[in-house]
């Protein structure tokens, strides 16, 4: 059964624990059905930073996952493409995860990017963009997407992992690890107080509670999840396994 995507924001903030799983945007539909059912998995993340996308075939893609009531997080390319993610939601995810950020100026922006005014600057528009079928009046779609929308800032350094309470400015629902770049960047920290990606995902946690945004790590397989959850983890993103 396809998991409700409904209020996933609300139990993000809220902490509670929710699980997703990373596919290639290349996925067909039959496979998107199955992997999202052997979770069970709330949410589908997509990228493309490390992955060749094109806006037509992420476009094909969250119209498959929109037709199966599954929630599309997309990865974008670059951190400077923040100021595209109007753009990219106008095709069809439902949220949006900005890589290697370690500027308060890239939140902002991103910030603006995603939400609609009053919250945000985004522009209005795009016949493929989620619940669009459904609020006809922009005011009215711009008051829901902004109560809908998740927006994930990735931490991928020392430094903005001893930024994070800063970095996670409110509009930010959830702080994601890059624990490969991570693990480079603790390489060039030899005498930093935090040694390992466990120390960095451990410290963010415990920076961030009662704030209400949560920590997302990418753990690879589900043997994993219990290690992550004690540490404070509440958002865990697994590879597919079938």
């Not at 004690?230 to 697994?238: A, K, S």
């Amino acid at each position: 059964m396809i998991p409700n995507p409904i209020g996933l924001k609300k139990r993000m903030r809220e902490g509670q624990q929710i699980l997703g799983a990373s596919l290639s945007a290349d996925t067909d539909s039959d496979r998107i059905r199955a992997v999202v059912d052997s979770g069970p998995y709330e949410f589908i993340s997509v990228d493309s930073q490390h992955s060749a996308l094109s806006e037509k075939r992420l476009l094909s893609f969250c119209g498959l996952c929109n037709n199966l009531g599954v929630f599309v997080q997309f990865r974008i390319k670059h951190t400077r493409n923040a100021y595209l993610i109007g753009n990219y939601l106008d095709l069809g995810p439902c949220g949006v995860e900005v890589p290697q950020t370690e500027l308060d100026e890239t939140v902002v922006e991103s910030l603006k990017s995603f939400y609609f005014p009053p919250e945000g600057g985004r522009s209005f528009g795009g016949r493929a963009r989620q619940g669009a079928a459904d609020h006809l009046d922009p005011v009215d779609y711009g008051a829901w997407w902004n109560t809908y929308g998740i927006l994930w800032m990735q931490i991928e350094s020392v430094e903005a992992v001893t930024r994070a309470h800063i970095l996670a400015k409110p509009g930010v629902d959830c702080l994601s690890f890059g624990p490969t770049d991570l693990m480079f960047s603790l390489k060039g920290h030899p005498n930093h107080h935090l040694k390992t990606v466990d120390d960095c995902v451990a410290y963010v946690a415990r920076s961030l509670e009662g704030t209400g945004v949560s920590v997302c790590h990418r753990i690879g397989s589900s043997e994993n999840r219990q290690k992550f959850v004690d540490m404070g983890v509440t958002v865990l993103l697994e590879s597919a396994s079938i």
